[in-house]
């Protein structure tokens, strides 16, 4: 079984503007709404590949309502807990012709110390051995940021594999407790050795150092550069697709579904690798925060190509 943990989920409103100009009047072309944050995003995309997951986090207000009744509508199983505040919205400008992708993320409403020790305790129900458990994305304020330090330590006391996507201090405190698998991209990775990374080798030297604390799996997400896969066994860089991208947001979700789905179905190294960046490129022909289809991850995953490094 796999579940996902979204604390700070997103309504995703997604508005295309040709030509976007800022200190100008901008006339949008086209809005999309689409349940996000990164936990459900993964949760979509393993739907996506026919594997059931269970989505779960803090949900309030007119967006939490749109985003349970998206996810339900997609067949994602759900155990959200209702806040008393309005779920954030998520405001995405994607510029078709200029090909610029800007976020623009609110921080979410403040939680109260009740309803996250509520969560706590829910969140392992039906979770067993073997299972996976990912953890990704922001916290809204009143978490602290060694909330996934916390669940990975609690994961791995009952045998049960995680996967940590986060940035900033929840990724610095994250990683001390050993998830099994992290997808950190070129930014987050900067921001946790304080260095601008000039230089790929040395880049991928840094990530690899980080398996002395007990990770098992780095993906390296390197966005229209591709990514990097780091275990014990080898590393792989694995080269990007030349895409008609409409939009990047949630790729790295999409990868994060592929390496949850692999896990869970014990797909070989390679396919593991092949089958996340296939579902990320799949991903970037749609658009808002839609997830790719499994018909274009598997005509996708034939052009993979991974070499060892
Ligand atoms: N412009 C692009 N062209 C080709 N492949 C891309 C492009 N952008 C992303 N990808 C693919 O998607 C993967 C994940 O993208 P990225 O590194 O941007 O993740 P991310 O920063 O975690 O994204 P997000 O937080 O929006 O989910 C990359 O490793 C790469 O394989
Ligand atoms: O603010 P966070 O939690 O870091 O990221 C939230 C978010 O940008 O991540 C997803 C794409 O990865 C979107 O669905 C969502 O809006």
């Given at each position: 079984?796999?579940?996902?943990?979204?604390?700070?989920?997103?309504?995703?409103?997604?508005?295309?503007?040709?030509?976007?100009?800022?200190?100008?009047?901008?006339?949008?072309?086209?809005v999309?709404?689409?349940?996000?944050?990164?936990?459900?995003?993964?949760?979509?995309?393993?739907?996506?590949l026919?594997?059931q997951?269970?989505?779960?986090g803090?949900?309030g207000?007119?967006?939490?309502?749109?985003?349970?009744?998206?996810?339900?509508?997609?067949?994602?199983?759900?155990?959200f807990?209702?806040?008393?505040?309005?779920t954030?919205?998520?405001?995405?400008?994607?510029?078709?012709?200029?090909?610029?992708?800007t976020d623009?993320?609110?921080?979410?409403?403040?939680?109260?110390?009740?309803?996250?020790e509520?969560?706590?305790t829910?969140?392992?129900?039906?979770?067993?051995?073997?299972?996976?458990?990912?953890?990704?994305?922001?916290v809204?304020?009143?978490?602290?940021?060694?909330?996934?330090?916390?669940?990975?330590k609690e994961?791995k006391?009952?045998?049960?594999?995680t996967?940590l996507?986060?940035?900033?201090?929840l990724?610095?405190?994250?990683?001390?407790?050993a998830?099994?698998?992290?997808?950190?991209?070129?930014?987050?990775l900067?921001?946790?050795?304080?260095?601008?990374?000039?230089?790929?080798?040395?880049?991928?030297?840094?990530?690899?150092?980080?398996?002395?604390?007990?990770?098992?799996?780095?993906?390296?997400?390197?966005?229209?550069?591709?990514?990097?896969?780091?275990?014990?066994?080898?590393?792989?860089?694995?080269?990007?697709?030349?895409?008609?991208?409409?939009?990047?947001v949630?790729?790295?979700?999409?990868m994060?579904?592929?390496?949850a789905?692999?896990?869970?179905?014990?797909?070989?190294?390679?396919?593991m690798?092949?089958?996340?960046?296939?579902?990320?490129?799949?991903?970037?022909?749609r658009?808002?925060?839609?997830?790719g289809s499994?018909?274009?991850?598997k005509?996708?995953?034939?052009?993979?190509?991974?070499?060892?490094?």
């Open positions: 079984m796999i579940k996902t943990l979204t604390l700070n989920p997103a309504l995703d409103k997604t508005i295309i503007i040709e030509s976007f100009r800022i200190n100008n009047l901008n006339r949008i072309k086209k999309h709404k689409d349940a996000g944050g990164k936990g459900i995003n993964v949760s979509k995309m393993l739907k996506n026919g594997q997951s269970t989505a779960a803090l949900l207000g007119a967006a939490g309502n749109f985003i349970i009744n998206e996810i339900k509508s997609l067949g994602i199983k759900t155990e807990i209702k806040t008393s505040r309005e954030r919205t998520n405001t995405k400008i994607v510029d078709p012709v200029n090909n610029t992708f623009l993320n609110e921080s979410g409403s403040p939680i109260s110390f009740r309803q996250i509520e969560l706590k829910k969140l392992f129900t039906n979770l067993k051995t073997d299972d996976i458990l990912v953890l990704a994305g922001s809204p304020a009143g978490v602290d940021n060694d909330i996934y330090f916390e669940l990975i994961a006391n009952r045998k049960i594999k996967i996507d986060a940035d900033g201090p990724f610095e405190a994250g990683i001390e407790a998830p099994t698998l992290i997808k950190p991209n070129e930014h987050e900067e921001l946790y050795f304080k260095k601008d990374f000039k230089d790929l080798k040395m880049m991928i030297r840094k990530a690899e150092s980080l398996l002395d604390n007990g990770i098992k799996m780095i993906m390296l997400s390197l966005g229209e550069n591709g990514a990097v896969f780091i275990t014990e066994q080898g590393k792989y860089k694995i080269d990007p697709l030349k895409l008609n991208v409409k939009s990047t949630g790729a790295g979700d999409a994060v579904g592929g390496l789905y692999a896990l869970e179905n014990n797909l070989n190294l390679r396919e690798i092949k089958f996340a960046a296939a579902a990320s490129s799949a991903t970037l022909l658009d808002g925060t839609e997830m499994l018909k274009d991850l005509r996708l995953k034939k052009l993979i190509r991974i070499t060892e490094i």
